[in-house]
């Protein structure tokens, strides 16, 4: 069974699965490799947080050891010490940034790495399923929340929670009592972020969601631009892009509060902390159970407790959201390829009988509607096929199915006489070239594309490939490009004709010397001429070289062996040409 591979939105309700703290697990793999910056960061937080709340620790002794009693010279030591602490301070927080700026550039480039190698391995159905600008969202935005979270967010928080510790400490050395009067507010900080959090995880998940969705319709209508203008159709475009702007908005607002109700909160908490020290600090010192350094030690130390809860309150809000992303690039990760390529052993290589053969073969993009039922079709060494048969008729999705771009929902398909299941993608590619009916091409030179992927020819400079190119017969092909080989392809193919690319796609796959060529409309938009001169490079190509040509114009398969037709979900042998156009003639009288 064909598999769905898309990236389904959570429930809006939904939270974060429990399993997420696993799943974090899996991405402090991707951090292990800077293991010992990490721990050099961690000791640099450690100094520097020791050093912030020793301070009030040396305030209390120098007013009840020597201001008391008046001792200048004792006093002066604690100066230098305290000022010594604060040079070790300035200095340890520049070292952990640097370092933790470093650690978080390279851990997101491991990631983003990790990320494109999984949708490299991804079947083409993930990429039909999938709209191209979630996609890009998720690579961009996610990551970038992670980046955040990382360079801002973890050395803060390991310094709180360091600092935290400090105070405790030193606060139960200096007076228990005070202590536990200075720590009460925890308890009701503790319940009301109990009560906040699920809510600020959904805020979170649904910001990135509606985010996502603003960038897929972004891409969609400036991809579409064209046609958008065609039809007068910007004010619609308009509204459409408004709307969902509006919805990113709304939800960055909600998000954004959601984050935000923590600070005043352990701010007013804070502040109740401060007065109860206060009032019984100077009960304490009225009976003689505190001194006065002890209590300003104590106000020192309130602040420096409840302001930390701040940072910790925002470092949350960013660890939800790093959390929510990571959780949603986890969908990305957890998908996996069901191109089935497990191997059954047996060799590949031998004469085989028959190049590629169909088994009842059914395939469906959805598991609903069938595009193709029940296909066998044999496919003979040396032969040329031509796939006739109208507008959506199926001709493209059998040329995938035989190409192993598409594994079939229901049957088998043999190369060489061993099942396609057997081959990895790479052996496959060795095998088939395929020239798709819109041909991909990438940013570079017109050479660069038409080595793409040639594992044989990889380093081949120009002038070498001009030659073979000029020995296979594409001279005047390569005529037809502006700066020959050298001509810029831009993204997407910007500024080459169809029929351009169309020629880039036909000389890859040709180079490439596949014992199994199928071409989809490969010659649809190139002119009569060319055309010729491609017919004579496909009749050059080793004798055994089996061709599969799908085409509207019938008189580019007037030289086939035999003829399939392909509609309404059945594959019929045509045979001859003449047969051919009676059945296509019948078709379009019955449609
Ligand atoms: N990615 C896809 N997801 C879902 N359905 C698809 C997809 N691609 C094609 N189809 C459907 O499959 C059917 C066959 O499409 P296909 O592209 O194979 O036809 P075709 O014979 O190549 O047509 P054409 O002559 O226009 O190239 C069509 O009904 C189409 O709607
Ligand atoms: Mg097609």
């Known amino acids: ?62 007013i009840d050891k020597y201001i008391a009693v008046g001792n200048i010279n004792g006093l002066l030591n604690i100066i230098y010490i305290l000022a010594g602490v604060a040079a070790i301070t300035v200095i340890t927080g520049y070292m952990q940034g640097m370092l933790i700026g470093r650690i978080s550039q390279r851990t997101l480039y491991r990631l983003k790495e990790a990320l494109f190698a999984k949708l490299q391995s991804l079947p083409i159905a993930f990429f039909n399923q999938n709209k191209a600008g979630d996609l890009m969202s998720r690579i961009n935005n996610d990551t970038d929340k992670i980046n955040q979270f990382l360079s801002q967010w973890i050395g803060q928080f390991v310094g709180v929670m360091f600092s935290l510790i400090g105070i405790i400490g030193f606060s139960l050395y200096l007076n228990w009592k005070l202590s536990l009067v200075m720590m009460s507010m925890v308890v009701f900080i503790y319940l009301v972020t109990q009560f906040f959090s699920s809510t600020i995880r959904k805020k979170n998940r649904e910001n990135l969601e509606v985010n996502s969705d603003f960038a897929s319709s972004l891409q969609e209508n400036l991809t579409n631009f064209k046609v958008v203008a065609a039809y007068g159709k910007r004010e619609y475009l308009e509204n459409h892009l408004d709307k969902t702007n509006n919805a990113t908005f709304k939800s960055a607002l909600s998000s954004g509060f959601a984050n935000r109700v923590f600070e005043p909160t352990y701010e007013f908490f804070g502040a109740i902390a401060l007065i109860l020290v206060l009032s019984y600090g100077f009960h304490l010192v009225s009976i003689g159970d505190a001194t006065v350094g002890m209590v300003i030690a104590f106000v020192a130390y309130t602040q420096r407790f409840y302001d930390p809860m701040k940072t910790l309150a925002t470092a949350f809000g960013a660890i939800q959201l790093a959390t929510a992303a990571w959780v949603r690039l986890q969908d990305i990760f957890s998908l996996e390829n069901n191109l089935r390529t497990d191997s059954i052993g047996g060799d590949k290589t031998g004469k085989p009988k028959l190049r590629l053969e169909l088994k009842n073969v059914s395939f469906s993009y959805d598991d609903k509607k069938m595009i193709i039922e029940n296909a066998n079709l044999s496919f003979e060494p040396g032969k040329t096929y031509a796939l006739v048969g109208p507008t959506g008729g199926g001709k493209s999705t059998l040329a995938n199915i035989m190409a192993h771009l598409h594994d079939p929902t229901e049957g088998y398909v043999y190369l060489n006489g061993k099942d396609m299941i057997t081959y990895s993608q790479e052996e496959t590619a060795r095998e088939i070239s395929v020239i798709l009916q819109d041909p991909i091409l990438f940013t ?98 080793p004798p055994e070289t089996t061709k599969i040509i799908i085409a509207h114009r019938l008189n580019t398969i007037k030289e086939a062996d035999e003829i399939m037709f392909v509609n309404g979900r059945h594959v019929t042998p045509a045979g001859s040409y003449d047969a051919a156009i009676e059945m296509i003639k019948g078709a379009k009288r019955s449609s």
Do not use: C, W
Not at 5 to 32: A, C, D, H, V, W
């Open 1 to 62: 069974m064909s598999q769905i591979y898309t990236l389904e939105k959570k429930e809006q309700n939904q939270s974060i699965p429990s399993n997420s703290k696993g799943s974090l697990r899996g991405f402090f793999s991707y951090i292990k490799d800077d293991k010992t910056k990490l721990i050099i960061v961690i000791g640099f937080i450690f100094i520097n947080s020791a050093a912030n709340t020793i301070s009030p620790f040396l305030i209390s002794k120098a």
């Open 444 to 541: 570079g030179t017109v050479a660069e594309n038409i080595l793409y992927a040639n594992t044989d020819f990889k380093d081949m400079n120009i002038a070498d490939l001009n030659r073979i190119l000029e020995h296979k017969g594409f001279k005047d092909v390569i005529k037809r490009f502006e700066n020959g080989l050298e001509t810029q392809v831009k993204q997407n193919g910007a500024g080459l004709s169809i029929g351009q690319k169309q020629l880039i796609s036909f000389m890859r796959a040709i180079l490439r010397e596949p014992k199994l060529l199928i071409l989809d409309e490969a010659t649809a938009n190139i002119d009569t001429i060319t055309e010729a001169v491609l017919n004579k490079t496909l009749e050059a190509l």
